[in-house]
């Protein structure tokens, strides 16, 4: 199976057409297109409605999730819409399952959130705001998990936008870890059974890493894959 995945667009209205052309070939290339989140700059509709009109001619499905971005100016729930009505499915906890060749391919995915890793991640402890945080990440982990257990597919591959690992983090500024995603997400990867996930968000990370349990993890922001997208060719499982 061939995955086309890419994250942090960054879309501004207006700026149609610069990623339609990179995408001319996508529909020979890729069985499934995979946006990890943050599509827009400032997170405003007419920035979303650019996105669409660049995917316009994308045939193959094409599997989003919300990054951080699209919630700046509270659109996050129209985003979700127009998106859908455009054919694309926005994944928040929710699971779908692909037919190629034959073989049946299910994605889960959510934003994600930020919470820290290993002994140093955030804990249920202290201030209630701080603990209304490790709330939001492990209710995010939870979807994750929720998700996983509703697939009955050959492959099962998680779409996020924070990272669920530090191994791609490598290349960000260490101070900001915490920020840019948490263990949560990387136990939950590990307790579902994926066989593979997909995240963006650190523009300045590194590509491949993996979960404690060995998921690959790949991180497919759009400025550190340097191209439209980065294409996976993921085995089936053998029988």
């Known amino acids: 199976m061939r995955i086309a995945a890419v994250g942090d667009l960054h879309c501004h209205e207006g700026g149609a057409e610069v990623f339609r052309y990179a995408l001319a070939d996508i529909n020979t290339r890729a069985d499934v297109l995979v946006l990890c989140g943050d599509l ?25 999730v919300l990054g951080n971005h699209a919630y700046h100016e509270k659109n996050q729930r129209r985003f979700h819409d127009l998106l859908e009505d455009a054919g694309i499915q926005v994944l928040d906890g929710e699971s779908t399952v692909l037919d190629i060749r034959g073989h049946s391919v299910g994605f889960t995915g959510t934003k994600g959130f930020a919470g820290g890793f290993g002994r140093r991640a955030l804990t249920d402890f ?106 996976f060719e993921v085995d089936w499982p053998r029988k």
């Not at 001619?57 to 599997?63: F, K, L, S, Y």
């Open 126 to 231: 202290g201030e209630d705001l701080w603990r209304r945080f490790f709330k939001a990440a492990r209710h995010e982990g939870e979807k994750i998990r929720h998700g996983l257990a509703q697939l009955d597919s050959e492959l099962k591959i998680v779409v996020l936008h924070y990272a669920p690992v530090t191994d791609t983090l490598t290349g960000e500024d260490p101070q900001i870890y915490p920020f840019l995603g948490g263990s949560e997400l990387g136990a939950a990867i590990d307790d579902g059974g994926a066989d593979l996930a997909l995240h963006g968000h650190a523009h300045f990370g590194r590509e491949a890493g993996f979960t404690p349990g060995g998921v690959p993890v790949r991180n497919v922001s759009h400025s550190l894959v340097n191209q439209a997208y980065r294409l």
């Open 40 to 64: 827009t700059y400032r997170g405003r509709i007419a920035e979303i409605e650019a996105v669409i009109e660049e995917l316009a001619e994308v045939m193959v499905p094409v599997i989003a």
